[in-house]
C-alpha cells in the first residue's frame, strides 16, 4: 500500500507565483525525499530531508518536515512554466533496507 | 556515467507471451529498485534488491511476475505469462545506498493486447 499521500491531487498556478505541495505519511521514517517527473520520463531525485532535521533548502525549493505530524511540505518560490510536472514524496525506511515508497504525486501546471 | 539503462523502451505483445524487462543499474549502486507506474495505482515497488539478494518482493502482484539480479551489473523482470492488465510504464531505479537518493531509468512501457 502507498506509504505518502500528497494534497493537493493537482495545482495550477501563474508563472512566478509559489507552489506548496504537501505529504503525509503513516509510519515513522528515516529520511523523506522529493522527486519530480516530467511526463513520459522517469523520476528525478530533487531533495532529502532526514528524520532529525525540520527544514532543507536547495535552490528555488524549500522542504519542511514535522515528524510529530507525519507531514512534509515542498514549497518551489518564484515558479516557472518549466517547472511544470508531478511531484512525489518519498519515504525510506533504513531497518528494512533503504525500502523507497513513493505517494501519488501532485500535478504542477505552471501558466505562462 | 550513462545513468539507469532500460531496455526495450517501447513493448508490446499479444495476451499470454512471455515479456523480459532488462536494467543496467549505475556502476557502484547497490540497491536496485523495480517499480510500475499506472493512472489507476500511481508507482507502486514491486521488488528491490540489495547488493544482488532480493529484500523485499511483497510488491509482486502475482506468481506471473520474477525477477532477477545475476549480478550488480543487470537485472530482469520478467512477465510469463502476460495478461492486459500488466500494461503499464515500468521503472527501475538504482542507489548508492540509504542516501542521496534513487536514479530512475526512463521506464519500458509494455502494452499487453
Known amino acids: 500500500s502507498q506509504q505518502g499521500e500528497e494534497d493537493p491531487q493537482a495545482l495550477s498556478i501563474q508563472e512566478g507565483e509559489n507552489a506548496t505541495m504537501n505529504c503525509s505519511y503513516k509510519?515513522?521514517?528515516?529520511?523523506l525525499q522529493w522527486y519530480r517527473q516530467n511526463s513520459g520520463r522517469g523520476l528525478v531525485h530533487l531533495i532529502l530531508?532526514?528524520?532529525?532535521?525540520r527544514e532543507k533548502h536547495s535552490g528555488r525549493l524549500r522542504v519542511t518536515l514535522d515528524t510529530s505530524k507525519k507531514s512534509s511540505s515542498l514549497l518551489i518560490t518564484a515558479s516557472r512554466a518549466a517547472d511544470t510536472a508531478s511531484y512525489f514524496c518519498a519515504t525510506v525506511f533504513y531497518n528494512q533496507g533503504g525500502k523507497l515508497i513513493f505517494g501519488q504525486g501532485t500535478e504542477l501546471s505552471v501558466k505562462p | 556515467d550513462a545513468g539507469v539503462i532500460q531496455s526495450p523502451r517501447h513493448e508490446v505483445t499479444e495476451m499470454g507471451q512471455e515479456v523480459t524487462l532488462r536494467c543496467k543499474p549505475i556502476?557502484?549502486?547497490?540497491?536496485l529498485f523495480w517499480y510500475r507506474q499506472t493512472m489507476m495505482r500511481g508507482l507502486e515497488l514491486l521488488i528491490y534488491f540489495n547488493n544482488n539478494v532480493p529484500i523485499d518482493d511483497s510488491g509482486m502482484p502475482e506468481d506471473r511476475f520474477s525477477a532477477k539480479m545475476p549480478n550488480a551489473s543487470f537485472s530482469t523482470l520478467k512477465i510469463q505469462p502476460s495478461e492486459p492488465r500488466d500494461s503499464a510504464v515500468y521503472f527501475c531505479?538504482?542507489?548508492?545506498?540509504?542516501?542521496?537518493?534513487?536514479?530512475f531509468g526512463q521506464g519500458t512501457r509494455l502494452t499487453v493486447v
Open positions: 530531508i532526514r528524520s532529525n532535521e
Open positions: 531505479a538504482s542507489s548508492p545506498g540509504l542516501e542521496p537518493g534513487a536514479f
Open positions: 509510519t515513522s521514517i528515516n529520511n
Open positions: 556502476s557502484g549502486h547497490n540497491s
